[in-house]
């Protein structure tokens, strides 16, 4: 894929709440949002389902979750809030972060949420295209494991990234460059770089943009958005000063297609990936 940019506009958190299911169904009509993944234990998880029963084209995967980060909007493993399982805080929710996750999940516990989460949507209706991890959690070195091995087992793609420090602030392990070394070697896709919404706004929301579309690069890009109609969120996320609207407020003026265009780039879908896969296999 030398020479040749291709990127796939994701939408994470779709099924978080209404909002960012109405931003996924407008963009992707739009053509610009080329696929998301659903939070299965969330509250606006069946709407997402609704609309892929009403259309089938959508290209949905499952955005794993193991933390629920917010304050006062919260929600809790399908498999129980058993304080034993490590799953859960104190209140019975999700752990709000990676690291609190990480330090009190057992990994026997993860393995069955996680695949409660991929059957329910099977079972719901989602034509699963891809497995991908909220806030990065299910690739730590804890659990990349379970998380390559559920890919394996559905025939889906995984995200897995090459590039050093694709997961945030969670430092690259061995075993988590070991998931990348055995994709690869197996010829399951490996993305070269991830490219994230800014979380804190710089000179103006075009020049975040900007220099974020400015990192793309040769070979496969996936970009971790978090498009979100207004509303809600304000509520959900005040911390977060608008970030989710604004960047769909931007993509629906065109900016993003724009953006494609000038660097000569591709926009693909997770489905495609997924097709080459099980056509390879």
């Known amino acids: 894929m030398a020479g040749k940019r ?15 299911n109405l931003a996924f169904a407008d963009l992707t009509a739009d053509g610009i949002c080329t696929c998301g993944a659903v939070m299965v234990p969330c509250p606006w998880f069946l709407e997402i389902a ?128 070991a998931a990348v070394d055995a994709a690869e070697s197996a010829g399951r896709p490996v993305f070269d770089r991830i490219l994230e919404t800014p979380w804190t706004r710089g000179a103006s929301v075009e020049d975040d943009y900007r220099a974020l579309f400015d990192r793309i690069g040769d070979g496969l890009t996936y970009m971790a958005l978090h498009f979100n109609a207004p509303g809600e969120i304000e509520a959900i996320a005040p911390h977060e000063h608008g970030v989710r609207p604004d960047e769909y407020a931007l993509f629906k003026r065109g900016f993003a297609r724009r953006q494609i265009e000038r660097l000569g780039a591709e926009l693909i879908g997770m489905r495609a990936i997924r097709d080459r896969l099980r056509a390879a296999a």
Request: charged share 25%.
């Open 6 to 20: 291709q990127v796939v506009v994701h939408e994470d958190d779709i099924g978080m709440c209404h909002g960012a």
């Open 50 to 177: 609704e609309m892929q029963a009403k259309d089938p084209r959508l290209d949905i995967g499952v955005h794993l979750v193991l933390t629920s980060e917010f304050k006062n909007y919260r929600w809790r493993p399908l498999t129980g809030a058993s304080q034993a399982s490590g799953l859960v805080d104190g209140d019975g929710y999700f752990w709000p972060t990676a690291q609190e996750a990480r330090a009190h999940a057992h990994p026997d516990a993860v393995e069955a949420e996680l695949r409660a989460q991929v059957e329910a949507a099977r079972k719901a209706g989602i034509d699963i295209t891809h497995i991908d991890a909220h806030m990065f959690t299910v690739v730590c070195p804890e659990f990349v494991d379970i998380y390559v091995r559920l890919g394996i087992e559905e025939r889906v793609p995984v995200l897995l990234v090459r590039q050093e420090a694709a997961y945030g602030n969670i430092v690259r392990a061995p075993e988590m460059q």
